[in-house]
């Protein structure tokens, strides 16, 4: 049905109504609560006054001076009997209750003195006395018989009032079941000593004789009048207790031994209105009021008030409804409509009164301002819900133990609010908003509340960096609490109760309030992080650093498992908070780390160096303790990383591309902070500095930093990156990645190299001066085991056996580098000593050459003989010539410029020479042509040609003597002239000897210039005329940029006279070649 619109204004004045009451009863309840409240009597006033004495009326009526009244054990409004239910036996324990317990029941809920019950007692002496009448309804019968009985019984019950009168049903013919629905009005006298009295009759058809037959069985008697088959005697204070409602046993009145009967029952049901004095009608809800306030503010236990009364209140609240002739669902729509406004009620028995006064709305049991009532009541008890729910947390702590339960059945009555069809239909013609939307709304409002009060106590409080660093990581821990909690806890009741996912509206309000406040708060932080190249004190490590188990790295932690956390909710909410991408705010965070932590590498790489004596860590490991401790710093890179568990791939990989070149980095660091302590690797003695066992580790320990530089993809998982990358359908970019990775690699791999390389020079050089006085005292003795016994021997034998071949050989191929550099300065920088130096300069060379040149383990020998050596050693042999050697070498080299054509061709000179006999030496110039005019012809003047034939050396040829051509003023200049050269020596090696043609310019007033030359070794001449033919000789003339190397010596002999003639003569003929 519908309400009409005068329905809903009247509601809407009663809901007014019931405000300005609950309002001025909470100005009393305030007052009462002050310190001495409840110690001193209050003044009553006149509506409670009245009050008091109706009750004390009730009281007097019901029970006199001396009477008892019974209570139940059972929750108030509980009623035994339930409208509708078949039986209506509930077993609960009663208790007796005397009038002077009544008396001090009702001063201490009323708050006053015994002179003042006295002075009321006195009122109620002068009120009529109540009359009280039982209304009683006789509705049917079960008469039990073990064989069915044929033929015509009838059946009726007789009932007896306290005053004595008889009353009867109508008689049922031929059934065993008979229904009556007979009334009756019984007037009461003494509602304490009353007694009702009702008995079940069986009379049989006189005409029936089967009938009579076996009700005379029945009856073991031959008289045909009625048989008593039971009786039931009541006492009417019990019905005064309990709607009189069921079905009740009657008392046997025949043998039990008889077999073929089983007891009968009878179902009645009745109910007492009275006739009183009381003046309210509706004053049992203010009596209720004020024995729920008297049981809610004076109880101890801190557990809610779950209905139950003391027995003197549960006996005046009997009396005063019994004598207002209040049925049971009046009864329960007080006691729920009170309830359901106050605080502390227990809320289990809230919603059972809410569930029987549903049960009696059905019924329709209630009358149009009944429905007013409760429809006000619905509506403040929904706003008192939903006012209970915004403070979810501190009215239904988890930490208590009926907190689950109180909740459950709040939320249970509010669903009932909206599942069942009549209160349904209340709430909506009252306009009520839906139940459940304002329950979203409470939920919303309380974890905005919840925010707002954690934001006030932390992060709107901090004031300095590091407050604002804890209070951002109080809030994610609170906010973590509070999502595990409430997803085990409250949503689950939630769900359960009115199928509404608490968390995901906690969740929204919650975490989007979060991101919105921590990303400004963490942007400050990163800033804040150290960079060790501003930073005032690059030493200092702040507490809001991002490393493991810091303040700034539980956040993260925190945030990450705000935003991971398997709370079963849909992802699109997670999306819509922004809490998906929290990593964001922490990229610059993770790069200043990352930059930082490299610094810090470095600082801990050189002071483990400091440290470090380069001893090996075991027998099982050659490297030291400082290699080993920046490993170390490595794998704790990884587990930072590992444990850091970046979520995004992309900026994963560009993270750990940025860390790669910082590990690399520090690889190569570390070999460079190895030079510096190279010192301290090699053992100083009175020579110098010699390779010791420390030298071997250091080597060791560059080998294992080098091995974790290779592996230090596979120690960071760099591949897995990749592969979460390539999943994500970034192939393109995987390739992009690799390529850029193994280029860098790549580059680093280089740089370690030459770092390495870097450290081995830097050992040698440090042995430099050690080697150059060893060989300075070789040469001076004249003995090579100064350098090679005493020094490279026990240096080259420890690292030969400390080290792996190959690195080995790298040294030995260094040391050999170096000592060749060390005797090409000493034949630099001794160039004007004599032979004798030179000679054992050379002869020490070639010792140490054969020292590094074993026939096993040593320098390959070709490898040895590099042109460095190569020209050293003829340098050295040049050295140690003597002069004619010298200036016979010095033509030997032009010979050889001749032959491979390095110089300008000045012209072409044929000859013919041979051998006449071991003595002579024949010479024929044949012509010289394609002449080239130097620069001294600029005229183009003509020529006077003419060619000088000499031998060199003079010393290996005293007999021989220069001989000329005539000349000849044209080109091709055709001599055709032989000349005969007496070669006899006194021993020396004619084959060393040159034969030098020089073609001549003459001059008649200047020195005669030289135009070109030619020459041709004794050795190349044949031996006999007969296999002599005609040689072509490209003339050419020296060049002053070719470094003859015996010119050079020869200048360093002027005072020898046989040097000093040679060059006088050069620089003659080449000027400026000297």
């Known amino acids: 049905m519908s309400m009409s619109a005068a329905f809903v204004d009247s509601l809407v004045a009663k809901t007014l109504e019931n405000l300005t009451t609950f309002t001025s009863e909470l100005a009393v309840q305030v007052t009462e609560a002050l310190p001495g409240a409840e110690d001193d009597p209050a003044h009553l006033d006149e509506e409670t006054e009245e009050l008091l004495t109706d009750v004390l009326y009730c009281a007097d009526t019901l029970m006199g001076e001396d009477g008892v ?478 490393g493991c188990g810091s303040s700034l790295w539980k956040v993260y932690k925190n945030l990450k498992r705000i935003s991971t956390q398997d709370l079963g909710l849909p992802l699109v909410v997670k999306v819509k908070t922004g809490i998906d991408q929290y990593y964001q705010w922490f990229i610059p965070g993770v790069q200043s780390w990352i930059h930082f932590t490299n610094h810090l590498a470095r600082e801990q790489v050189w002071e483990a160096l400091q440290r470090d004596n380069f001893t090996p860590i075991d027998q099982h490991n050659s490297f030291s303790h400082s290699s080993l401790e920046t490993t170390a710093i490595f794998h704790s890179l990884k587990v930072w990383w590992y444990k850091l568990a970046w979520p995004d791939p992309d900026s994963s990989v560009q993270f750990l591309q940025i860390m790669l070149e910082n590990m690399y980095s520090l690889c190569i660091y570390y070999v460079g902070a190895l030079c510096e302590r190279a010192d301290d690797m090699l053992e100083e003695t009175s020579k110098g500095y010699l390779i010791c066992q420390k030298v071997c580790v250091g080597a060791q320990n560059v080998e294992h930093i080098q091995k974790e530089m290779e592996r230090l993809l596979e120690i960071i998982g760099f591949d897995s990156q990749v592969h979460k990358i390539c999943q994500a359908g970034g192939s393109s970019l995987v390739s992009q990645i690799r390529a850029s990775v ?44 100064q350098l090679l016994k005493e020094v490279l021997d026990p240096s080259l034998n420890i690292l030969h056996n400390g080290l792996e071949d190959n690195k080995f050989q790298d040294y030995l191929w260094r040391f050999w580098k170096l000592i060749l550099k060390i005797f090409c300065t000493k034949v630099a920088n001794n160039s004007k000593c004599e032979r004798a130096y030179y000679e054992t300069l050379y002869k020490i060379l070639q010792e140490t050459f054969n020292f590094f040149t074993p026939q096993s383990g040593g320098l390959d020998h070709h490898k040895a003989k590099n042109e460095e050596y190569t020209s050293l050693l003829n340098h050295l042999e040049i050295m140690k010539m003597n002069t004619d050697a010298l200036i016979s070498h010095f033509y030997h080299e032009r010979c050889n410029e001749q032959h491979e054509e390095l110089l300008p061709k000045k012209g072409l000179l044929v000859i013919r020479t041979f051998f006449k006999d071991s003595d002579h030496l024949a010479v024929r110039v044949i012509m010289a042509r394609d002449v080239v005019l130097n620069d001294q012809n600029p005229g183009n003047l003509p020529l006077e040609y003419f060619v000088k034939v000499q031998l060199h050396p003079k010393v290996c040829f005293p007999k021989s003597i220069k001989s000329s051509t005539r000349v000849i003023r044209e080109d091709p200049a055709t001599y055709d002239e032989e000349f005969e050269f007496d070669i006899s020596t006194d021993g020396s090696n004619i084959s060393e000897g040159v034969l030098v043609l020089m073609l001549m310019d003459k001059k008649k007033i200047h020195r005669d210039a030289v135009l070109g030359e030619a020459f041709v070794t004794l050795s190349s001449i044949a031996a006999s005329s007969s296999d002599v033919n005609n040689m072509y000789l490209h003339m050419t003339l020296p060049s002053i940029n070719h470094c003859y190397r015996s010119l050079q010596v020869l200048q360093n002999r002027l005072q020898d006279n046989t040097a000093h003639n040679f060059l006088k003569t050069i620089s003659k003929h080449h000027p400026g070649l000297i």
């Open 742 to 785: 193994d280029t860098l690699f790549l580059s680093k791999a280089d740089d370690m190299k030459v770092k390495s390389q870097e450290l081995r020079d830097t050992i040698i050089y440090k042995m430099k001066s050690t080697i150059e006085k060893c060989l300075d005292e070789a040469c001076e003795c004249g003995s090579s085991s």
């Open 69 to 546: 009244w019974d209570v139940s054990s059972a929750p108030a409004g509980m009623a035994h009997c339930i409208p509708g239910r078949k039986f209506s036996h509930v077993s609960s324990r009663l208790v007796s209750v005397t009038m002077s317990q009544v008396i001090q029941s009702l001063q201490d809920t009323f708050n006053t003195d015994q002179e003042t019950i006295e002075r009321l007692k006195l009122k109620v002496q002068q009120r009529k006395p109540a009359a009280l009448t039982l209304h009683l309804t006789v509705k049917e019968a079960m008469v039990h018989c073990r064989r069915s009985l044929k033929g015509s019984t009838n059946t009726y019950v007789t009932v007896t009032s306290p005053t004595g009168a008889v009353h009867t049903t109508r008689t049922i013919k031929g059934t065993l079941y008979p229904k009556w629905m007979d009334k009756f009005d019984l007037l009461l006298s003494d509602l304490q000593s009353d007694q009702l009295l009702l008995e079940l009759w069986l009379e049989a058809e006189r005409d029936d004789r089967r009938a009579q037959r076996i009700y005379r069985k029945f009856a073991h008697s031959s008289s045909s009048s009625p048989l008593l088959l039971g009786s039931l005697r009541l006492p009417v204070k019990e019905i005064g207790l309990s709607y009189l409602d069921g079905w009740y046993e009657v008392d046997d009145r025949v043998d039990e031994a008889d077999q073929e009967y089983d007891s009968s029952k009878v179902y009645i049901s009745g109910c007492i209105s009275t006739i009183t004095d009381i003046k309210n009608k509706q004053s049992h809800g203010a009596l209720v009021k004020h024995v729920m306030d008297h049981v809610l503010h004076t109880g101890i236990s801190k557990e809610p008030w779950t209905g139950r009364l003391p027995e003197g209140v549960a006996a005046v609240t009997a009396q005063h409804a019994l004598l207002l002739s209040l049925s049971i669902a009046t009864q329960q729509l007080i006691w729920w409509r009170i309830a359901s406004q106050e605080t502390g009620v227990d809320d289990t028995w809230a919603l059972s009164q809410l569930k029987s006064v549903q049960s009696s709305l059905v019924m329709n049991l209630y009358s149009s301002e009944e429905l007013l009532e409760f429809t006000s009541s619905l509506c403040q008890f929904q706003d008192k819900c939903t006012e209970r729910i915004k403070n979810l947390d501190t009215l239904f702590p988890m930490s208590s133990g009926y907190s689950k339960l109180q909740l459950s059945s709040m939320l249970n009555a509010l669903q009932s609010l909206q599942t069942h069809p009549r209160t349904r239909q209340l709430l909506g013609e009252a306009k009520r908003p839906s139940v459940t939307h304002q329950v979203i709304g409470a939920i919303e409002l309380y974890a905005k509340n919840w925010w707002w009060k954690l934001s006030q106590e932390t992060i709107l409080k901090a004031t300095s960096i590091d407050d604002q660093l804890a209070a951002v990581l109080s809030i994610t821990e609170e906010v973590l609490v509070v999502l595990e909690d409430h997803s085990q806890y409250f949503d689950a009741i939630f769900m359960k109760e009115m199928n509404i996912r608490a968390l995901t509206y906690i969740y929204q309000i919650v975490v989007s309030s979060l991101v919105e406040c921590l990303q400004p708060a963490l942007n400050k932080l990163h800033n804040n992080i150290i960079d060790p190249q501003s930073s005032e004190n690059p030493d200092h490590i702040p507490h809001y650093d991002f």
